[in-house]
């Protein structure tokens, strides 16, 4: 396949996708109604529980499970000097190059290179000149209270990892942690990105899930290693084909200044292999950087060597859109199986999400087969009351009522929001008393369970 084909290709999948999160209450554009804001993306009702197994799942494994993380939740908005210190007043910035005849904006360093090799000097939507270079910091600016001078400047946060930096002390003065330990913190940041771009996995607002691990200054290696399997580990969670995932070892010269090791954890998005995750080895840059400006000491004492010293520290940092992402674009699939109960034209075509059950928004929808037979929907009532209940018990959720059009529209809808069961209250669950019959969204297979061993089979698939 030529590069344009697959070019080509890869947008029809991704168009698919946003379309699929539009029709079906996953992922809206921002603000809509208005026309949107670019940059931004709103969350429907399945979106949200996508997101939010997500983040239980991460919180699971790297909060829940461990003795030595200490979960904390800081303010987006915080004094300006943090960011001094951290050096995203200075630094945060990407090279911004505007056209001289559209005034279109773009980040020099994504624009593609002309026959040469060198840095194209055509702007890639009117081939009118760029300009020059210059920084552009990507801090959202505002002011905080009435007064508008230098003094009231602050920014809304490009990363929730200074939060947990400023934080340190008070876990350290109120839990008293030994080394090594870390803070998790789930929570927004915003950039003002050039160009916002590939649905969610660039924007101006999003989601990060950040840990900042501190150690002794000679185990920052062994933590380092330790990190790096918890993020597959938290990849096999959630359920990502790991063969998509590949570690980039970044080089010297193209680490973030504090950063004495990087790993860039990539994925194959169907635009290209592109960051997913990242894990830094910040050395004892920003707890130094943060003493120093704020004067209050951040050192620890080890009572076992009778030794004070500046910790170490090693971050992991997940960003949710991008894994919401990953997890759809990963699960997005097409198959000629056809609805088994669709009509000719269903029969071409059936799209479904193959999503993990771990982070399905819905594990189970129950139905009774037809919505106008009342002794069908007080059984399908009841089934589902049941199946709400025991999920409950097993700490399950995701177990939906629908009664919406016919069977086959609702097993498409299902399909396409990545239901794995369907359970279906039929005549002869009622007359018979042979129980319900169960589909599974993969196969389109389905199989008769009797009604007291339902609960039992559901809650070990779904586990
Ligand atoms: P990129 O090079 O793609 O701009 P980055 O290296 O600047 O990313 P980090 O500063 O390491 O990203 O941020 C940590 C994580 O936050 C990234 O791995 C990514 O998952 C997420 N992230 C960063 N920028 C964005 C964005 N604009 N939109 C969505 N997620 C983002």
């Given at each position: 396949?030529?590069?344009?084909?697959?070019?080509?290709?890869?947008?029809?999948?991704?168009?698919?996708?946003?379309?699929?999160?539009?029709?079906?209450?996953?992922?809206?554009?921002?603000?809509?109604?208005?026309?949107?804001?670019?940059?931004?993306?709103?969350?429907?009702?399945?979106?949200?529980?996508?997101?939010?197994?997500?983040?239980?799942?991460?919180?699971?494994?790297?909060?829940?499970?461990?003795?030595?993380?200490?979960?904390?939740?800081?303010?987006?908005?915080?004094?300006?000097?943090?960011?001094?210190?951290?050096?995203?007043?200075?630094?945060?910035?990407?090279?911004?190059?505007?056209?001289?005849?559209?005034?279109?904006?773009?980040?020099?360093?994504?624009?593609?290179?002309?026959?040469?090799?060198?840095?194209?000097?055509?702007?890639?939507?009117?081939?009118?000149?760029?300009?020059?270079?210059?920084?552009?910091?990507?801090?959202?600016?505002?002011?905080?209270?009435?007064?508008?001078?230098?003094?009231?400047?602050?920014?809304?946060?490009?990363?929730?990892?200074?939060?947990?930096?400023?934080?340190?002390?008070?876990?350290?003065?109120?839990?008293?942690?030994?080394?090594?330990?870390?803070?998790?913190?789930?929570?927004?940041?915003?950039?003002?990105?050039?160009?916002?771009?590939?649905?969610?996995?660039?924007?101006?607002?999003?989601?990060?899930?950040?840990?900042?691990?501190?150690?002794?200054?000679?185990?920052?290696?062994?933590?380092?290693?330790?990190?790096?399997?918890?993020?597959?580990?938290?990849?096999?969670?959630?359920?990502?084909?790991?063969?998509?995932?590949?570690?980039?070892?970044?080089?010297?010269?193209?680490?973030?200044?504090?950063?004495?090791?990087?790993?860039?954890?990539?994925?194959?998005?169907?635009?290209?292999?592109?960051?997913?995750?990242?894990?830094?080895?910040?050395?004892?840059?920003?707890?130094?950087?943060?003493?120093?400006?704020?004067?209050?000491?951040?050192?620890?004492?080890?009572?076992?060597?009778?030794?004070?010293?500046?910790?170490?520290?090693?971050?992991?940092?997940?960003?949710?859109?991008?894994?919401?992402?990953?997890?759809?674009?990963?699960?997005?699939?097409?198959?000629?199986?056809?609805?088994?109960?669709?009509?000719?034209?269903?029969?071409?075509?059936?799209?479904?999400?193959?999503?993990?059950?771990?982070?399905?928004?819905?594990?189970?929808?129950?139905?009774?087969?037809?919505?106008?037979?009342?002794?069908?929907?007080?059984?399908?009532?009841?089934?589902?009351?049941?199946?709400?209940?025991?999920?409950?018990?097993?700490?399950?959720?995701?177990?939906?009522?629908?009664?919406?059009?016919?069977?086959?529209?609702?097993?498409?809808?299902?399909?396409?929001?990545?239901?794995?069961?369907c359970v279906t209250v039929d005549f002869d669950t009622i007359e018979k008393g042979t129980g319900v019959t169960v589909r599974d969204r993969d196969y389109g297979k389905q199989e008769r369970i009797a009604e007291a061993d339902l609960v039992k089979w559901l809650v070990e698939k779904v586990k």
């Amino acid at each position: 396949m030529s590069k344009d084909q697959k070019g080509k290709v890869e947008n029809e999948v991704m168009d698919s996708i946003v379309s699929l999160c539009k029709r079906r209450g996953f992922i809206f554009q921002g603000s809509e109604i208005y026309g949107g804001l670019a940059g931004t993306w709103d969350y429907g009702p399945l979106g949200v529980a996508l997101k939010n197994n997500i983040k239980k799942i991460w919180w699971k494994r790297f909060v829940d499970d461990r003795e030595d993380m200490y979960g904390v939740d800081a303010a987006i908005l915080m004094n300006q000097r943090t960011w001094e210190a951290s050096g995203h007043v200075g630094g945060f910035a990407d090279p911004l190059v505007e056209c001289k005849k559209c005034q279109h904006r773009f980040r020099a360093d994504q624009l593609e290179a002309d026959a040469s090799g060198n840095p194209t000097k055509k702007c890639p939507d009117c081939s009118g000149a760029l300009g020059e270079v210059r920084q552009f910091n990507m801090m959202f600016k505002t002011h905080v209270g009435a007064a508008e001078d230098a003094t009231a400047v602050s920014y809304l946060r490009p990363e929730t990892a200074q939060g947990m930096f400023v934080n340190f002390k008070n876990v350290l003065d109120t839990f008293h942690p030994s080394l090594p330990f870390g803070l998790a913190q789930i929570g927004k940041a915003f950039r003002n990105e050039i160009a916002p771009r590939d649905f969610i996995f660039r924007s101006r607002e999003f989601e990060q899930m950040e840990i900042e691990y501190f150690v002794k200054p000679a185990e920052w290696s062994k933590a380092f290693s330790h990190f790096q399997e918890q993020v597959h580990g938290f990849i096999s969670d959630i359920g990502l084909n790991a063969s998509k995932v590949h570690e980039l070892e970044v080089p010297d010269g193209e680490r973030a200044h504090y950063s004495k090791r990087t790993i860039d954890f990539e994925f194959d998005f169907p635009f290209g292999k592109k960051e997913l995750y990242g894990l830094a080895y910040r050395t004892d840059f920003d707890l130094k950087q943060h003493a120093e400006y704020s004067k209050v000491d951040l050192s620890y004492f080890d009572e076992e060597n009778k030794e004070r010293f500046v910790p170490h520290c090693i971050e992991p940092s997940f960003g949710l859109d991008r894994t919401v992402l990953a997890v759809l674009t990963d699960a997005y699939t097409e198959d000629s199986m056809g609805s088994e109960v669709g009509d000719e034209n269903e029969k071409e075509k059936r799209v479904f999400l193959k999503l993990s059950p771990a982070v399905a928004p819905f594990k189970v929808a129950v139905f009774p087969l037809l919505k106008n037979k009342p002794a069908l929907v007080t059984k399908a009532r009841e089934v589902f009351g049941t199946l709400k209940t025991e999920f409950a018990k097993a700490g399950l959720q995701g177990v939906t009522f629908d009664d919406n059009g016919n069977i086959g529209k609702r097993y498409r809808r299902q399909d396409e929001i990545g239901t794995p069961f369907c359970v279906t209250v039929d005549f002869d669950t009622i007359e018979k008393g042979t129980g319900v019959t169960v589909r599974d969204r993969d196969y389109g297979k389905q199989e008769r369970i009797a009604e007291a061993d339902l609960v039992k089979w559901l809650v070990e698939k779904v586990k």
